[in-house]
């Protein structure tokens, strides 16, 4: 029977559309890197005294923009159903298989084939040992705060990410010293407590309440249509925003020493993306096998190729020293992961199923 009404067909479902932000995200990011090494060679000292602006070895500005990024995610986060990821854990134990099980060992293998092997041409065993250590240190740290940003433009779910990153902070405090001590055959580490601490206290417990705080006010005084389809996709710019300054400062703050070790900087930079990208694959092709959800796997595998940084470059800079090539390693890192990370985030988009 011939109704009048004519079935809708894919095509003709109305096209989503990309933001100016999003649609030309891969140009703002390379205008962000180069203003922020041109920033950094032309106010050097400037810089130095922003990038000393500290609390426990986190720098303020940067937790200021990083939280910035990740309010608009904790807006989105419902506890009543939080409940529920303890029903379906694989995400979770497939993330902590990536973070604990895979992820330090598959970083110091890459590190000693390239530091030891490849690059023995260039750096002496001496030096080569310590550029290993700092990688290391990255491996064995995986991310907590930015997570929730890369979790948040692959629209993943925003309560089963606040799951992972809460059980992986917790791992961190009783597995981050043991697995170092192992892979650098150091038994005397000393943990950075006060910066382990404070990380978590600005990048999840505050914008979580802040969020929750927000999130109650608006949807009982707009109601939850409005709060869903209005409010949340005007906060997106913001938080994309909040990244690229947050390039920018991160490349200011090494501009003179981009500039001066151009060849240092570009040979540390290669295993560690390659360790980035090996793990992601990993992650992610592993979730689908496992079944995962897209809104569960892209936030499984950003958090195993993601590190956190910050406890890394403290730990780092504590063990081996400010100018040593353990802290150079991880201030490396930290440069080279937002533009490698917001690769993963199209790859995440684009084979979203």
Request: with cysteine; net charge positive.
């Amino acid at each position: 029977m011939n109704t009048g009404f004519k079935k809708m067909t894919v095509a003709d479902q109305p096209a989503k559309t990309m933001g100016l932000f999003e649609k030309y995200l891969t140009m703002w990011v390379a205008l962000g890197i180069l203003a922020g090494i041109g920033l950094g060679y032309l106010f050097g000292d400037g810089m130095e005294v922003i990038s000393g602006i500290e609390l426990a070895k986190v720098n303020i500005p940067v937790a200021i923009l990083i939280w910035l990024m990740i309010y608009p995610m904790m807006l989105q986060v419902d506890f009543t159903s939080i409940k529920q990821v303890g029903k379906k854990p694989r995400g979770v134990v497939w993330t902590l298989i990536i973070n604990w099980a895979i992820k330090p060992f598959s970083m110091a293998f890459f590190a000693w084939i390239f530091f030891s092997k490849i690059y023995a041409a260039w750096i002496d065993p001496e030096l080569a040992g310590e550029y290993i250590a700092g990688a290391i240190l990255l491996g064995a740290a995986p991310c907590t705060a930015m997570v929730f940003v890369w979790s948040y433009l692959t629209d993943g779910d925003p309560n089963y990410t606040l799951v992972q990153v809460s059980v992986n902070d917790l791992i961190i405090l009783v597995a981050f010293v043991p697995i170092v001590g192992l892979l650098l055959g150091i038994t005397n580490i000393t943990i950075p407590y006060d910066t382990l601490v404070v990380s978590i206290i600005i990048f999840v417990v505050v914008p979580l309440v802040a969020g929750v705080i927000t999130q109650r006010i608006l949807i009982k005084r707009r109601g939850k249509e409005w709060f869903k389809t209005s409010f949340l996709p005007k906060l997106k710019p913001v938080s994309i925003s909040a990244l690229l300054v947050t390039l920018v400062l991160l490349f200011a703050f090494q501009g003179r020493n981009i500039l001066n070790n151009p060849l240092i900087i570009l040979l540390a930079a290669v295993p560690l993306v390659i360790q980035t990208y090996f793990i992601f694959f990993l992650a992610w092709f592993g979730g689908r096998k496992l079944k995962l959800p897209h809104r569960v796997c892209a936030p499984a595998a950003m958090i195993g190729a993601s590190n956190f940084f910050e406890l890394a470059v403290a730990v780092a800079i504590a063990l081996f020293g400010l100018q040593s090539p353990a802290a150079l390693v991880t201030v490396v890192g930290v440069l080279v992961e937002v533009p490698v990370m917001l690769s993963l985030v199209g790859l995440a988009n684009r084979w979203k199923y």
